[in-house]
């Protein structure tokens, strides 16, 4: 979905919803953030940049700990992309029209 894509999709869903409400205004801005692309992108950025580095202080973990611990955060940046390349490819909006 592209920003001008998005911006329509706000505009029309703006006239269903009573703006005034903060949570349905808030639910529909989830919503769309969740379904774009670059939102899983970026998240898998931050998991990837919180991943330890050398010369990081590691205070009392251990080392199996911290690989532990980095094994997971990789593992989850890379479902998050998996899910950009999905969103971007509109494969999950065929899919989820049949739940």
Known sequence: ??????????????????????????????????????????????????????TDYRGQSTLEQIAERDRLLAAQAKACRHKAILLELHILDDFEGEL
């Open 1 to 54: 979905m592209t920003a001008l894509d998005m911006r329509a999709e706000v505009a029309r869903l703006a006239t269903r919803i009573d703006l005034d409400e903060a949570m349905r205004r808030r639910g529909v801005q989830e919503a769309l953030s969740l379904a774009a692309a670059c939102t899983w992108t970026r998240r898998a950025e931050a998991l990837e940049g919180a991943i330890s580095r050398p």
